[in-house]
């Protein structure tokens, strides 16, 4: 191994180099391509990775939407088309039966699907905004984010039918000054008097609430828009074991025996599977992921593969110097072994040049990006591990292919390689 730093073996590099600069600079351009899309189909879907999941981070993916809709088969002597009216019972029946579930929201809304907006009053300011009325248990499945002496509705709320609300970051716009406290403040709800408790932050997850809406306790919503029992729809979280595409089977079998709904009719209940969902877009990422291995690594054995060809046509054009060399005493190991050094050194270098690259790339579209929520694209980057088996994937691989040419080097006799004209 001494000739590794030997300073004669790097100066016939250097050599061998200097003498075929664009030949070198065009065959080492394929390993650079090579690493440089790597890097950027990797960060690319990592990037998309982090902004999908940033969107969904105060949201737990493993949710159900469940909402009644009209029957579309007859049964039991009920004709088709007939509303169905998800209420409080079907709540705790599911929760009784499907032990998949983790929570349970039931949710009503006043202000959206055809129905009147409540009317919010402060002072002489008035508007119309969504009123929602919730559990607690809503905050365990979509996280609200709420300003510093704040809260959201829970359970003594609840039990006590309390006149309290939380108000979206809009409407405190709309009807406070600037640094103006709105927490503990009376306002007026369809007539009637509530005490703000808290004043929550947009998200940019799932969500039906947007900044201008209204929160009430669920049992106070029902009392003053006169509900009853009836429920808009659920919100549903198995847990994080569970496969939620079979526990909404299970829960829609269990309401469909419950209203006598027949077992074939896929049009009473209406769903949105946001697990389902979550997991087609998890596997395009991965997928997304899977190219960029397959592109980055075929580009670079393209690009190795170039650079032993260079090096045989190299070899074929100093094969009078190995002769040389040979016959004053050069061994086939030391012939062998720079022609090797060659080939890693020409892909080692062409291969941190395109990590580098892509790397000053990805950097460069993070920090234009940054802050601007209309691209779904956030700190778009490679795992080191990734990094850090292409370089040596790189190295190998120049290793590999250096064996071809070095062997060819040293296959020649001394004696033939100085009748070569």
């Known amino acids: ?189 369809n007539g009637i008097y509530f005490k703000v408790i808290g004043v929550y932050k947009p998200t940019t997850g799932m969500g039906f609430e947007g900044d201008d809406s209204i929160f009430l306790p669920f049992t106070t919503f029902q009392t003053i828009f006169n509900q009853g029992n009836r429920i808009s729809w659920m919100v549903i979280t198995a847990f994080p074991d569970k496969d939620i595409v079979a526990t909404e089977e299970k829960i829609k079998a269990s309401l469909k025996r419950r209203h006598n709904v027949h077992p074939d009719d896929t049009q009473a209940f209406g769903s949105f599977n946001l697990g389902e969902e979550f997991a087609k877009i998890n596997g395009f990422l991965s997928g997304l992921k899977l190219i960029g291995y397959i592109v980055g690594l075929a580009t670079l054995i393209a690009g190795v593969i170039a650079i032993g060809n260079i090096l045989l046509i190299t070899v074929k054009e100093r094969t009078k110097e190995i002769g040389v060399r040979r016959a004053l005493g050069a061994t086939p190991r030391e012939v062998r072994g720079q022609i090797m050094l060659e080939s890693v050194l020409l892909t080692a270098v062409s291969g941190v040049s395109g990590f580098i690259a892509g790397t000053l790339v990805l950097w460069a579209v993070n920090m234009a990006i940054q802050g601007n929520d209309d691209i779904p694209i956030v700190n778009p980057t490679v795992d080191i591990f990734a990094v850090v088996g292409a370089i040596t994937s790189i190295v190998i691989l120049g290793t590999l292919i250096g064996l071809i040419p070095a062997q060819k080097a040293v296959s020649v006799k001394p004696i033939d390689a100085l009748r070569e004209e």
């Open 1 to 189: 191994m001494r000739f590794i730093f030997d300073r004669d073996t790097w100066q016939e590099i250097y050599g061998s180099i200097r003498k075929n600069k664009l030949r070198t600079v065009i065959t080492v351009l394929g390993v650079f391509w090579g690493v440089f899309v790597f890097m950027i189909l990797l960060g690319a879907a990592k990037g998309l990775d982090n902004g999908f999941k940033s969107q969904f981070n105060d949201f737990a993916t493993n949710t159900l939407f469940l909402w009644g809709q009209q029957t579309s088969i007859p049964n039991g002597g009920f004709e088709r088309g007939r509303r169905m009216q998800l209420t409080l019972e079907d709540v705790d029946v599911l929760k009784s039966q499907i032990s998949d579930i983790e929570f349970i929201a039931p949710r009503n809304v006043t202000g959206q699907w055809g129905s009147p907006p409540g009317q919010f009053v402060r002072g002489s300011k008035s508007g119309a905004f969504k009123v929602f009325g919730d559990y607690p248990t809503i905050d365990k499945v979509s996280k609200k984010k709420i300003f510093d002496g704040g809260r959201f509705i829970n359970d003594e709320d609840i039990k006590y039918e309390r006149k309290v609300c939380v108000i979206g970051e809009d409407i405190y716009k709309q009807f406070y000054d600037k640094d103006e406290e709105a927490v503990g403040d009376f306002v007026r709800i």
